[in-house]
């Protein structure tokens, strides 16, 4: 049985990418996964399944393995936009497969996420449109920029004013050109607990401490050390130095789960207040559900 704090730190923290490298399953063994996944019993630490807006037809043909009890939870990703124009366009485009998704398969599938790249020049008054024509749908929109220009969108996400809108970031990929800095990534946190964005990352989480990767030829970020410096950093006031330092511990030993409390070195967070701080550091896409566990099984944390 997993310490407490763990499944507090966990509890619907693995968005499965199963699609996507480096795994790029086709949809339907993918979707096989999902059901699986959220009938096992580690399907706490399940979040959604990210799904293309353009595979939900074809993903419609497929969703007889789930049911009210195990829905296919879907974190929609919507297509890249070159322009804000464009991006409207695709946004009510999405908006309106969303909706049909969900009326065709009433309590088999929930939508709950939405994931889609923000053009360079939408502002505040795309937002607000972005915002109208999302309305009703009771989902979280995170809207993805590259890792650099993090601190000024989520300032703009905050500017908007729209709870329902969060920030993504990119955390990796399959070269090594792909992993932002620990220095990007400590600043987009400490840019959400600022302005009380929530914010999800996405590929390269795939290990639960930060370590080097031969496949990479890189080090990977750790999910341990992303989640662990959100809800540390927001509840004890870090500044970046200390952030950066959390990200980059390569040590498992310095991360400590019990039924109270979480600890990383000399810095401790309770139960409830890992809850708390977990609406606003909520998610990581990973397209293996099965690697963070065997990593924590190895760990002895499961």
């Not at 059901?35 to 993903?59: C, H, I, N, Q």
């Amino acid at each position: 049985m997993p310490a407490a704090s763990l499944r507090a730190l966990l509890t619907r923290s693995i968005d499965y990418a199963g699609m996507f490298p480096p795994c790029s399953l086709e949809l339907e063994p993918a979707l096989t996964n999902q059901a699986e996944y959220a009938r096992s019993t580690d399907s706490w630490m399940l979040s959604t399944f990210v799904l293309p807006v353009g595979k939900f037809a074809a993903a419609s043909d497929l969703v007889s393995q789930f049911d009210k009890h195990h829905p296919l939870r879907v974190s929609a990703l919507g297509p890249k936009t070159e322009n804000a124009a464009n991006f409207q366009v695709q946004l009510k485009n999405a908006v309106e497969a969303i909706r049909s998704l969900q009326q065709q398969h009433g309590d088999r599938v929930s939508i709950p996420q939405l994931e889609m790249l923000l053009p360079d020049e939408v502002d505040v008054a795309k937002l607000t449109e972005a915002a109208a024509l999302l309305a009703g749908l009771k989902l979280q929109a995170f809207w993805e920029t590259s890792a650099e220009s993090a601190e000024k969108t989520i300032a703009l996400l905050a500017r908007a004013k729209q709870p329902s809108f969060g920030y993504k970031l990119r955390t990796g990929g399959i070269t090594a050109d792909a992993f932002p800095s620990s220095v990007h990534i400590g600043r987009a946190i400490l840019a959400s607990t600022k302005h009380h964005v929530p914010i999800k990352f996405t590929a390269g989480l795939h290990h639960p401490v930060r370590q080097f990767r031969d496949e990479v030829k890189t080090e990977m970020h750790g999910f341990l050390n992303v989640l662990g410096a959100g809800v540390l950093s927001a509840e004890h006031h870090w500044d970046e130095a200390q952030t950066v330092d959390m990200l980059e511990d390569q040590t498992a030993k310095s991360f400590e789960f019990h039924d109270t409390v979480f600890a990383w070195r000399d810095w401790e967070i309770t139960l409830d207040r890992i809850k708390a701080r977990r609406k606003f550091i909520t998610s990581f896409g990973s397209c293996s559900f099965d690697d963070p566990r065997e990593d924590l099984r190895a760990l002895e944390l499961l």
